[in-house]
């Protein structure tokens, strides 16, 4: 089935650091992928998507590059502020008839210090 | 729009009880989620419908709980009778079909605490 390996948090990061959560993935098929951001007691939002292989997704400065060849989709932000503090999870969504869920990663915590 | 909208926002019951979770998804979405999120565990999907019809409830943990969507504007997901272990935040999600759509929208989340 299915499967997103995300690298393990929690990370910590001074302001204004360069920022690589790593996320790989397993799927049959030519899924979607998929960045989300949970702040504190809210769901989950998109923050970037991307449909199909070399596409890039990008808001608010973040950026992932849908890298079949290597089954990946790493998140990078080259400044990161203090209101980027929050849980992170790399998703992908299958393209098939019945295997339409979302799966997700683990989540990476990121804490960023003034 | 005014999004996936959960109710309630917080439950808390006692052992034994029986709870419904209840999910009002995006207006012409046709696939709704159903997750389940722990600590130990992350996040979980229990079931989801297209069209109304459930496609994939393989993650339900137990016969204890069940999930309905009567209509496109309406889903709930039950637990009877609830347990401690239970206890987790469970969010409600709603996407639309389309390569250009595949992203799912997520409610608030209910928290649930069993005691």
């Known amino acids: 089935g299915n499967s997103v390996t995300q690298m393990e948090g929690p990370v910590t990061l001074s302001e204004e650091a360069f920022l690589t959560i790593n996320c790989t993935y397993t799927?049959?098929?030519?899924?979607?992928l998929f960045w989300y951001v949970q702040y504190p007691g809210e769901g989950l939002q998109l923050l970037l998507k991307?449909?199909?292989?070399?596409d890039k997704g990008s808001n608010k400065g973040f950026e992932a590059t849908y890298r079949k060849e290597t089954t990946s989709f790493h998140l990078e932000k080259g400044s990161v502020q203090v209101s980027d503090s929050a849980v992170y999870f790399c998703?992908?969504?299958?393209?098939?008839?019945?295997?339409?869920?979302?799966?997700f990663g683990t989540g990476t915590r990121l804490t960023i210090i003034p | 729009d005014a999004g996936v909208i959960q109710s309630p926002r917080h439950e808390v019951t006692e052992m034994g009880q029986e709870v419904t979770l209840r999910c009002k998804p995006i207006?012409?979405?046709?696939?709704l989620f159903w997750y389940r999120q722990t600590m130990m565990r992350g996040l979980e999907l229990l079931i989801y419908f297209n069209n109304n019809v459930p496609i994939d409830d393989s993650g339900m943990p137990e016969d204890r709980f069940s999930a309905k969507m009567p209509n496109a504007s309406f889903s709930t997901l039950k637990i009877q009778p609830s347990e401690p272990r239970d206890s987790a935040v469970y969010f409600c999600a709603s996407s639309a079909t389309g390569i250009q759509n595949t992203e799912a929208f997520f409610g608030q989340g209910t928290r649930l605490t069993v005691v």
């Open positions: 998703a992908l969504r299958g393209s098939n008839f019945g295997n339409e869920k979302l799966t």
């Open positions: 991307a449909t199909k292989a070399d």
């Open positions: 799927a049959t098929g030519y899924p979607s």
């Open positions: 207006s012409g979405h046709d696939y």
